[in-house]
């Protein structure tokens, strides 16, 4: 089954592992986590940098998965869609903007204590832990987690693929994908107001939807720069070259077999080439009609029909 996942999928899958078991197995010697989390940015600690390490930082294994699993779920599908590049482009600005709006809202918290109008080095009494430094405490808001960019990832599956139908538990009957994001979207606009200390970056995962939502906008009015948002050239491109290569090893078959003497006649060949050509031809109208109006303008039956030229061979 890994093998099938998309290259620039699985590697993050892979990436976000592997530091995650590093930071578990050499805490004692290195504090992966303290160094690579993003930090306030007037905090003594933070560095610019942050803002892409601190999406590969798990704070533990429940947060680790399913950030993975939805990571593995939604990636799998846009990544076949749109290609590796624009994929990781798109999943690493997600990332970034929702470490920026994060920024944002530690800064409005921060001034509403009063903090950022003190010297990075003046002390404060705080309740419970006694004198700090503000920087102390500008420490100590680090934000880690792919929670931002997988979001994004949810707000480009919905707006995508807006009338498939998936499940959500506890719910017992599947939903269209365009329903689930605003019913994620609206859960952490809830979250983000009543729960504020909750410890959760419930800002970050909005963030991490806006700038998806902005990034596909933009594509979608400029259609014509590198990143083509209609294109899913790869999906469709590896289809078509699969279904050509189906399609080019019969000719070969005939071949040996009428050399042998017994193969079909000149007039099954021409027959046989006609279907070929039909077929060809539905596929590459298929495939246009996907670069114009998008995926969801096929109907069932179109649907099916490219889903079995994919299978075949």
Not at 210 to 225: A, D, E, M, S, T
Request: hydrophobic share 45%.
């Amino acid at each position: 089954m890994f093998r099938n996942i998309p290259t620039v999928t699985k590697n993050l899958l892979l990436i976000n592992i592997v530091v995650f078991l590093a930071a578990l197995v050499f805490k004692r010697q290195f504090d992966l986590e303290s160094w690579g989390s993003l930090h306030f940015f007037m905090a003594p600690d933070f560095h610019a940098w942050q803002f892409v390490t601190y999406q590969f930082l798990h704070g533990n294994f429940t947060h680790l998965f399913f950030n993975m699993f939805a990571l593995w779920m939604f990636g799998c599908v846009i990544e076949r869609v749109w290609g590796p590049q624009k994929f990781i482009f798109y999943y690493l600005i997600c990332g970034i903007g929702a470490g920026l709006c994060q920024e944002i809202v530690q800064y409005v918290e921060f001034t509403n204590d009063g903090l950022t109008a003190l010297s990075i080095h003046d002390r404060v009494n705080v309740v419970g832990v006694g004198v700090m430094t503000v920087g102390q405490i500008y420490n100590l808001a680090a934000t880690i987690g792919a929670s931002g960019a997988v979001y994004g990832i949810l707000l480009a599956f919905g707006m995508t693929f807006p009338n498939e139908r998936i499940f959500i538990f506890p719910l017992p009957v599947p939903i269209k994908a365009k329903w689930f994001v605003c019913i994620y979207a609206a859960i952490e606009l809830f979250s983000a107001y009543t729960s504020a200390r909750d410890g959760v970056a419930h800002v970050a995962h909005l963030g991490g939807m806006l700038f998806g939502l902005l990034l596909i906008l933009y594509w979608r009015r400029h259609p014509g720069n590198t990143f083509n948002m209609g294109n899913g050239k790869q999906f469709f491109e590896n289809l078509k070259r699969n279904f050509e290569a189906r399609q080019g090893q019969k000719p070969q078959q005939h071949t040996d077999t009428r050399q042998a003497g017994f193969g079909p006649t000149r007039e099954d060949d021409m027959e046989y080439n006609a279907k070929k050509k039909a077929r060809q031809a539905e596929i590459d109208a298929l495939l246009d009609k996907i670069r114009k109006s998008g995926y969801d303008s096929l109907t069932k039956e179109e649907k099916q029909r490219l889903f079995e030229a994919s299978r075949e061979g």
